[in-house]
């Protein structure tokens, strides 16, 4: 009886023991995984640590760029900028026509680093800031880059990569250094090392934010990668008629391509020469300037008078449309000014002297005397006359006509001075030249066909963006400035 109650005993004792046994390489095993698991996590862990604190040493300086760099944009989180942009809707009206904008870009920096850009690659491999500057012809980035970029860096230099005297290296037709933490970037040796020489480019406005920044030597400007892409920024010009009011652009077709209004017409010159600071010495413009200089030498236009400007009050100035029904392409503007004075407006036009070689003929339009002196037939004919208080100036009769209909709005804005873009009118036009370019064999290896279908896109893309609008007041010596860069223009809106 003990010997059959004790068995059953033994034989779960022996059971539970062989049980135990046998669990415990496994316990082992399965310990020794989670704690190689955890220790992956913990270096991971340190590395990301290390990786996130190289990328923020510094953090106050945007960068480093050439001193005198002609234009410089800078981002403390460029990858968050870019994320933000391409969730806009304007950035969904724009890859409507061109999914790929820069698919180009896109190519040369992956046969270049092997590395499709995104913002998320972007993050990983150079870190949030961004400074891209364009000097003496060239143009070059700057990055503070986190451990990735430095152990590439690192592995270049086991395998023989060494640095020039000035301490910048060469790789795959690019050349760059570090300074500092940062990494400079350029296909130009001069730019490298003119940045290495350059001061710092400046202090980060605001830690950790998104938007852009644009600044030259004549302003700067920030984007905000939301809707409507609002921007605000300065000009470092003293208007002369600070607290003029301007009358909206209303006075204009809806449908013109560019308005600009100013308190005085120096005072739109000086708007004018600020904002084309940064491309003014770039090829494009350059060429555009020469051939305009050398049509005013032919057509042998006369000079204002001296104290022409001195009787003019608010200066708004139009470019409304090009007009490419022949070979070469005529741009059709026109200048609308408010009279200093009821004296000054009893006088002649101030611009009458200009046209006085081309011996203009008396002209009325809908009543009002005026002036027209021909240059290119009607397509290009100085058109004189006044309407109330302003005197007008345009380059077709056709626009004269337009504008004398217009019943513009008594009202006046408190803004000092008004840009507005019509992107739509741009990217017409825009289609419209490339398609008579590749027409005239001015593209190479493209006929009409070929330059609709590879760089028309663009232009049609521009065009869904809608309108630029921005409003500018005086600030003692600069001029502030507030607006949107593609606003979609509603149904019904005639304003531009």
């Keep these: ?70 234009c ?46 995104t913002p998320l690659r972007w993050a990983a491999w150079l870190g949030p800031r961004f400074v891209w500057a364009r000097w003496g012809g060239t143009h070059g980035l700057c990055a503070h880059p986190g451990l990735l970029l430095r152990v590439v860096h690192f592995c270049r230099t086991l395998w023989g990569a060494r640095p020039d005297k000035a301490g910048v290296y060469a790789c795959a037709g690019h050349f760059y250094a570090w300074r500092d933490g940062f990494l400079i970037l350029s296909s130009s040796p001069q730019y490298v090392q003119a940045a290495l020489d350059a001061p710092p480019a400046g202090h980060v406005p605001i830690a ?14 920030r984007i905000h990668p939301e809707a409507d892409l609002p921007v605000e920024g300065s000009l470092n010009i003293a208007f002369q008629a600070a607290d003029a009011p301007t009358q909206p652009a209303a006075s204009w077709p809806s449908s013109a391509l560019l308005t600009m209004s100013a308190p005085t017409p120096g005072d739109a010159l000086k708007v004018w020469n600020a904002a084309i600071r940064p491309v003014k010495t770039s090829p494009v413009y350059t060429r555009i300037a020469s051939l305009a200089d050398s049509l005013w030498m032919q057509w042998s236009l006369g000079e204002l008078a001296a104290d022409w400007a001195g009787e003019v009050g608010e200066f708004s100035v139009a470019l409304t449309d090009v007009d490419t029904t022949e070979t070469i392409p005529v741009p059709v503007c026109g200048v609308r000014m408010r009279a200093g004075s009821q004296e000054a407006l009893q006088s002649e036009h101030p611009w009458l002297p200009v046209v006085a070689p081309l011996a203009p003929i008396e002209y009325a339009w809908a009543g009002r005397q005026g002036h027209i002196a021909t240059v290119l037939g009607e397509r290009a004919a100085v058109c004189l006359a006044s309407d109330g ?32 873009i019509n992107w739509k009118t741009a990217g017409k036009i825009a289609e419209t030249l490339l398609r008579k370019a590749g027409e005239l064999e001015l593209i190479p290896e493209m006929n009409d066909q070929e330059a609709n279908a590879y760089l028309g896109k663009y232009a049609r893309s521009f ?34």
Excluded at 1 to 24: I, N, Q, Y
Excluded at 405 to 418: R, V
Aim: net charge neutral.
């Design 208 to 221: 950790n934010d998104s938007s852009l920044w644009l600044v030259w030597e004549g302003g700067g400007l």
């Design 463 to 496: 065009g869904c963006l809608g309108r630029l609008r921005l409003e500018g007041s005086a600030r003692g010596e600069s001029v502030a400035f507030k607006g949107t860069l593609v606003s979609p223009e509603e149904e019904g809106n005639s304003m531009p």
């Design 389 to 420: 208080p302003f005197w007008l100036a345009t380059s077709q009769p056709a626009l004269m006509n337009e504008l004398l209909a217009i019943d513009s709005p008594g009202s006046q804005t408190a803004a000092s001075a008004m840009l507005t």
């Design 72 to 117: 410089v944009l800078f981002s403390s989180d460029f990858p968050s900028f870019c994320a933000k942009l391409a969730g806009t809707d304007a950035a969904t009206r724009f890859l409507s026509e061109t999914p790929r904008p820069f698919e180009a870009f896109e190519l040369a920096v992956r046969k270049t680093t092997g590395v499709r850009p």
């Design 1 to 70: 009886m003990d010997k059959l109650s004790g068995g059953p005993v033994v034989k779960r004792a022996d059971h539970v023991t062989m049980s135990a046994g046998r669990e415990t390489p496994q316990v082992r095993r399965s310990a020794r995984s989670w704690g190689a698991l955890l220790a992956v996590c913990l270096l991971l862990a340190l590395l990301a640590a290390v990786d996130c604190r190289l990328k923020h040493t510094n953090a106050s300086i945007a960068g480093f760029h050439p001193a005198g760099a002609s």
